[in-house]
């Protein structure tokens, strides 16, 4: 009897010991449940990236890409059809004004000014044959007025002549006389406007030679000239950066047939993004990074066109003999926009836009919460924005992207 008692008492103490743990696991878990915060939402601190707002000056920049570019650029043209039978120069050699590139021949423009040259040789045979003919017409009429007048003068000194006798039988012959020279001195006066006729005539005669004369010339000329333009020649100095043609290719009028360029004066072409591109205003410094070394330039020229959601912003740019730098090299440019004195600032929180209200999580100080917090942002640069309301220097704020718990106005940090 006495054993079966004891084995009772012990059965009754395991189930006291295991209801006494069972009561302190259900506190336990009571305890901790009652500790979360079910109503925050609750991420990682890995997971995030927080920025701290500081006070100071803050430069306002726009960073861009573009590349190197030379001023100075010469398209060869071709002003006429030809066949290429030269190539003098390669990419990358070094020409001056005036040297010949490439040749082409056209057996008809080489025709055209043989043809062009006897017309105007025609031409000038022409007027000179034809001046001959109207001075030997002229000297002809002058004849003929000459005659004219001294027949005028003779019978004139017979009137005076019958006047001083004052006879009768004079008188008929007076009669005559008279009537001999008013007709003499009518014929005199019709042969000398034949002969003004005749002059102004051969003046428009000669004057229409000499006009057809220039045509041919000027024809002439431009045979030559296209001739010559069988040559292409560089129109300034600097180095071949395009020759695409060989011997043997047939060329057409406009066609382009290289390309040259100074290396020497380079400028930078930026892309700057359209919706920063209001920013940007002529004189502005810029920085560029030519990823072997850094040049300072200026803003000279912003493009009023937008192209494939970019401005292209032209900088000239201050050489360096410690930098390296060559036509086509890409380039990273940095736009200094405003300078701002002794303001709030902070990196830039995801998907913030300038001078825009916006909401993020400040972190509290015990950085245990971020609580959703409604702030205006003022002016951007690269890395940072302006903080114009919302937020003191020090505040923690969360700068990755939150858009997963935004429905949430506080999230518990683990």
Same mark, same amino acid.
């Given at each position: 009897?006495?054993?079966?008692?004891?084995?009772?008492?012990?059965?009754?103490?395991?189930?006291?010991?295991?209801?006494?743990?069972?009561?302190?696991?259900?506190?336990?878990?009571?305890?901790?449940?009652?500790?979360?915060?079910?109503?925050?939402?609750r991420?990682?601190q890995?997971?995030?990236?927080?920025?701290?707002?500081?006070?100071?000056?803050?430069?306002?920049?726009?960073?861009?890409?573009?590349?190197?570019?030379?001023?100075?650029?010469?398209?060869?043209?071709?002003?006429?059809?030809?066949?290429?039978?030269?190539?003098?120069?390669?990419?990358?050699?070094?020409?001056?004004?005036?040297e010949?590139?490439?040749?082409?021949?056209?057996?008809?423009?080489?025709?055209?000014?043989?043809?062009?040259?006897?017309?105007?040789?025609?031409?000038?045979a022409?007027?000179?044959?034809?001046?001959?003919?109207?001075?030997?017409?002229?000297?002809?009429?002058?004849s003929?007025?000459?005659?004219?007048?001294?027949?005028?003068?003779?019978?004139?000194?017979?009137?005076?002549?019958?006047?001083?006798?004052?006879?009768?039988?004079?008188?008929?012959?007076?009669?005559?006389?008279?009537?001999?020279?008013?007709?003499?001195?009518?014929?005199?006066?019709?042969?000398?406007?034949?002969y003004?006729?005749?002059?102004?005539?051969?003046?428009?005669?000669?004057?229409?030679?000499?006009?057809?004369?220039?045509? $041919?010339? @000027?024809? #002439?000329?431009?045979? +030559?000239?296209?001739? =010559?333009?069988?040559?292409?020649v560089?129109? *300034?100095?600097? %180095?071949?950066?395009?020759?695409?043609?060989?011997?043997?290719?047939q060329?057409?009028?406009?066609?382009?047939?290289?390309?040259?360029?100074?290396?020497?004066?380079?400028?930078?072409?930026l892309?700057?993004?359209?919706?920063?591109?209001?920013?940007?205003?002529?004189?502005?410094?810029v920085?560029?990074?030519?990823?072997?070394?850094?040049?300072?330039?200026?803003?000279e020229?912003?493009?009023?066109?937008?192209s494939?959601?970019?401005?292209?912003?032209?900088?000239?740019?201050?050489?360096?003999?410690?930098?390296?730098?060559?036509?086509?090299?890409p380039?990273?440019?940095?736009?200094?926009?405003?300078? $701002?004195? @002794?303001? #709030?600032?902070?990196? +830039?929180?995801?998907? =913030?836009?300038?001078?825009?209200?916006?909401s *993020?999580?400040? %972190?509290?100080?015990?950085?245990?919460?971020?609580?959703?917090?409604?702030?205006?942002?003022?002016?951007?640069?690269?890395?940072?924005?302006?903080?114009?309301?919302?937020?003191?220097?020090?505040?923690?704020?969360?700068?990755?992207?939150?858009?997963?718990?935004?429905?949430?106005?506080?999230?518990?940090?683990?």
């Open positions: 009897m006495d054993i079966k008692k004891e084995r009772k008492t012990k059965r009754l103490s395991k189930r006291m010991m295991f209801v006494g743990i069972l009561a302190s696991s259900s506190l336990l878990i009571g305890g901790v449940l009652a500790s979360i915060d079910f109503s925050a939402k991420v990682n890995r997971n995030i990236m927080v920025g701290t707002v500081q006070s100071g000056d803050l430069d306002i920049t726009v960073s861009s890409n573009g590349t190197l570019k030379p001023r100075n650029v010469e398209w060869l043209t071709s002003q006429v059809e030809g066949r290429v039978t030269e190539v003098l120069v390669k990419p990358g050699d070094r020409v001056e004004r005036g010949v590139l490439l040749r082409l021949t056209n057996p008809t423009l080489l025709e055209s000014v043989e043809s062009a040259y006897s017309a105007w040789e025609g031409a000038i022409n007027t000179i044959s034809t001046r001959v003919n109207l001075e030997r017409d002229l000297l002809n009429q002058e003929v007025v000459l005659r004219a007048k001294f027949a005028a003068e003779k019978t004139e000194m017979e009137v005076i002549a019958l006047r001083e006798l004052g006879s009768a039988s004079a008188a008929i012959k007076l009669r005559k006389a008279e009537v001999d020279l008013k007709q003499q001195i009518g014929q005199h006066q019709i042969e000398n406007k034949k003004e006729k005749l002059q102004k005539n051969s003046e428009a005669i000669l004057a229409v030679n000499k006009a057809s004369e220039e045509q $041919l010339s @000027n024809a #002439l000329v431009r045979a +030559k000239r296209h001739v =010559a333009n069988l040559e292409i560089a129109g *300034i100095s600097g %180095v071949v950066q395009e020759m695409p043609f060989k011997v043997g290719q060329i057409n009028p406009g066609e382009q047939l290289g390309r040259l360029a100074q290396p020497e004066e380079l400028y930078s072409e892309n700057v993004p359209a919706l920063r591109s209001s920013e940007i205003h002529v004189g502005q410094r920085r560029i990074n030519t990823r072997v070394g850094f040049l300072s330039g200026k803003v020229r912003v493009d009023p066109t937008v494939g959601g970019n401005v292209v912003v032209d900088v000239s740019i201050e050489n360096d003999a410690n930098v390296p730098v060559r036509s086509g090299l380039i990273e440019g940095v736009i200094y926009t405003a300078e $701002l004195n @002794n303001v #709030l600032y902070v990196e +830039k929180p995801a998907f =913030a836009r300038s001078n825009d209200r916006i *993020i999580y400040r %972190v509290d100080e015990d950085r245990e919460y971020a609580f959703r917090t409604n702030i205006r942002v003022g002016k951007m640069s690269i890395s940072h924005v302006e903080i114009v309301e919302g937020l003191e220097a020090g505040d923690r704020i969360i700068i990755s992207d939150s858009s997963e718990w935004q429905d949430y106005e506080k999230i518990l940090l683990n």
